[in-house]
Nanobody
């Protein structure tokens, strides 16, 4: 069973920093493409940042230069360091394991993206 558990969301003032964590289980984490997405009420979920299994990263335009994605394969953990936060960053942040991840055991691959439960980030001015 695949589980993604996020933590680290909080309320901070503009200009502050946070670090989100996502612990994954049920997958061969080191072989997975992983990502962080965010969503605000009435809007579609958007990509914040992603990291392939080879370490290739991608960032949304609004977070480039402020957010950094990283992973610790030994701990099955994905991170998102967020600096210089603005009120526009207020959202629920979701960790995702991209489709094509290998399930533990290495006998099958996921056909869909898996999501965590989300963690709230609130930035006040």
């Amino acid at each position: 069973q695949v589980q993604l558990v996020e933590s680290g969301g909080a309320s901070v003032q503009a200009g502050g920093s946070l670090k989100l964590s996502c612990v994954a289980s049920g997958l061969i984490f080191s072989w997975c493409g992983m990502g962080w997405y965010r969503q605000t009420p009435g809007k579609e979920r958007e990509l914040v940042s992603s990291m392939n299994s080879d370490g290739t990263t991608r960032y949304g335009d609004s977070v480039k230069g402020r957010f950094t994605i990283s992973r610790d394969n030994a701990k099955n953990t994905l991170y998102l360091r967020m600096n210089n936060l603005t009120t526009e960053d207020t959202a629920v942040y979701y960790c995702a394991a991209e489709a094509g991840c290998w399930f533990l055991g290495g006998l099958a691959r996921s056909g869909t993206r898996y999501w965590g439960q989300g963690t709230q980030v609130t930035v006040s001015s």
